[in-house]
Nanobody
Framework: QVQLAESGGGLVQPGGSLRLSCAAS????????MGWYRQAPGKQRELVAT???????VYADSVRGRFTISRDNAKNTVYLQMNSLKPEDTAVYYC???????????WGQGTQVTVSL
């Protein structure tokens, strides 16, 4: 079973930046498409960015042009660079595999991102 550990969240002012990291255990990371997800209080989990095993990338409309997803298969790590942050980006951010069947590994603890003055 793959274990996921997200880090890099924090409190930032609007317009600021953060870089999230997600470290995955196990040797199957590189063969999987990965995604960053977020969940705000009272809202459903939202997929914000995906990167395939071949590094094809898709962004949600809400973050396109501001967020950048990347991966380092040698380190079993996926990153999310977040720029021009807005209060509506406030959420707990998670990473997990991305697939059309919505079959996930066990969720990590997530990392809290709060965008506020």
């Amino acid at each position: 079973q793959v274990q996921l550990a997200e880090s890099g969240g924090g409190l930032v002012q609007p317009g600021g930046s953060l870089r999230l990291s997600c470290a995955a255990s196990g040797s199957i990371f590189s063969s999987n498409d990965m995604g960053w997800y977020r969940q705000a209080p009272g809202k459903q989990r939202e997929l914000v960015a995906t990167i395939s095993s071949r590094s094809n990338i898709v962004y949600a409309d809400s973050v396109r042009g501001r967020f950048t997803i990347s991966r380092d298969n040698a380190k079993n790590t996926v990153y999310l660079q977040m720029n021009s942050l807005k209060p509506e980006d406030t959420a707990v951010y998670y990473c997990n595999r991305n697939n059309p069947y919505n079959v996930f590994w066990s969720w990590g603890q997530g990392t809290q991102v709060t965008v506020s003055l």
